[in-house]
């Protein structure tokens, strides 16, 4: 059975929702370095990165994320050029989203910091545990255990499978960042200096 959890930026200016539906997600930590750089980008890296500088994430489709309050405050960057689109709130600097550049991709990756869970508890019962931990060799300090040190290829096929059912049920759309074709922000293509 799907369940119904709500979202809010740190400010509680950005709000929304998120469907979580049996099957149609992954809950994963990634710890790679362009997630902290742009946790840096936002200035926000206490709020944003665990102690080994992971961000947790929930994989699923666009249709199942709404964004019902502050949707003048969402901003968009792309670390390079061609790279995927990060979203982020202009109010508190949080992380909102990661997608493609194109629409027509059925992927979102939203961060679990939004999640109005009342405690880890309840993070575990709806979310299930952590299925993946990637890209462990950015980590900062010690690599954790459970991490593996790159993205694990025994995880793609279940990538596979998760993109060819949400093309089939074109699950990409709609989508909280895309208006069509077209984003619901203009997207800036950082600079060097912005991001180191």
């Not at 003048?72 to 061609?82: A, E, H, R, T």
């Not at 508890?121 to 993946?132: D, N």
Request: with cysteine; net charge positive.
């Amino acid at each position: 059975m799907s369940k119904i959890v709500e979202l809010e930026c740190l400010c509680g200016t950005v709000k929304g929702n998120i469907r979580v539906v049996p099957g149609s997600f992954f809950h994963v930590h990634c710890l790679c370095c362009d997630c902290q750089q742009f946790a840096s980008y936002l200035k926000n890296s206490d709020n944003i990165l665990d102690e080994h500088g992971g961000s947790e994430l929930f994989q699923t489709y666009p249709e199942f994320m709404k964004i019902t309050e502050g949707q003048d405050k969402i901003g968009g960057v792309q670390l390079k050029d061609k790279g995927i689109y990060r979203w982020h709130t202009r109010c508190c600097n949080m992380p909102l989203a990661n997608t493609m550049s194109s629409a027509k991709i059925p992927f979102i990756g939203v961060s679990v910091k939004l999640m109005k869970l009342a405690s880890e508890q309840e993070k575990l019962e709806i979310l299930g545990p952590v299925t993946m931990k990637a890209f462990g060799k950015h980590s900062i300090g010690e690599m954790p255990k459970d991490a593996y040190s790159k993205f694990p290829m025994s995880f793609m096929p279940k990538i596979i499978g998760f993109m060819l059912k949400g093309l089939f049920r074109k699950s990409s759309s709609p989508s909280p960042f895309f208006n069509g074709n077209e984003t619901v922000a203009k997207v800036k293509v950082l600079s060097k200096g912005e991001i180191d």
